[in-house]
């Protein structure tokens, strides 16, 4: 049996709570879908720096953060793919998981109010994959938990860049909205899930 809730609380940061141990057990039994879905993930990623760099044109902080990190975010998924060659996984489809449409639901359509939840959405989802890359490099062998130990840095820098512009365009809103991501993530990892993702919640 896995055994990590002792180690997670430093490698958490903002986050509310742990990765549970029953996913990470799953992540060791379903290897493959985990390496799908992480290059999903690192797609997702990418679009959504992609969208935002297109959306706000006129920001240029924005701007000049997100490019960097949509070129990293790509260079993440090739080498995911790469991975999946070396261990024989055959890219299938994958339905997405409930935890980005989850985080979303929390973000507001008016702006500067959408910019500001999307960003610290963004954050959250950068914090949560820190979490579990930390974990993963722990309890998985060989070349795939070396490179997901190596991946938590970016992880951690990318929320720290995300956070950051959320508080260079906060309307004195962003602790609160914060507050209420955080709530949500806790909720869609800490409770059981019918399917198993990257981020998603406790196995069935």
């Known amino acids: 049996m896995v055994q990590m809730s002792s180690a997670p609380t430093e490698m ?16 060791v039994a379903e290897r493959n879908t985990l390496l799908i879905d992480h ?3 690192e797609k997702k990623a990418a679009g959504t720096a992609l969208s935002l760099l297109y959306r706000y044109v006129d920001r240029s902080p924005l701007l000049t953060v997100l ?13 995911v793919l790469a991975l999946m060659r070396d261990h024989d996984v055959v890219y299938r489809h994958l339905s997405p998981s409930r935890y980005a449409r ?7 359509t008016h702006e500067p109010a959408r910019l500001i939840d999307t960003l610290l959405v ?11 890359f930390a974990c993963l490099a722990q309890i998985l062998d060989g070349e795939i938990g070396r490179y997901y130990g190596r991946l938590r840095e970016a992880e951690a820098r990318h929320r720290d860049e995300y956070l950051a ?11 609160v909205r914060l507050t209420k991501i955080l709530e949500r993530d806790r909720e869609l ?14 196995p069935l």
């Open 39 to 41: 290059a999903n993930c």
């Open 122 to 132: 963004a954050a959250v989802v950068e914090a949560r994959s820190c979490e579990r």
């Open 165 to 175: 512009l959320a508080n260079e365009y906060d309307d004195g809103s962003a602790d």
């Open 12 to 27: 958490r940061g903002l986050l509310l709570c742990a990765t549970p141990d029953a996913w990470l057990e799953r992540a």
């Open 102 to 108: 989850g985080l979303k639901s929390c973000v507001r």
């Open 189 to 202: 990892v800490s409770t059981p899930d019918p399917d198993f993702r990257f981020h998603s919640g406790v």
């Open 67 to 79: 490019s960097p990190i949509a070129r990293e975010e790509l260079l993440h998924f090739e080498q």
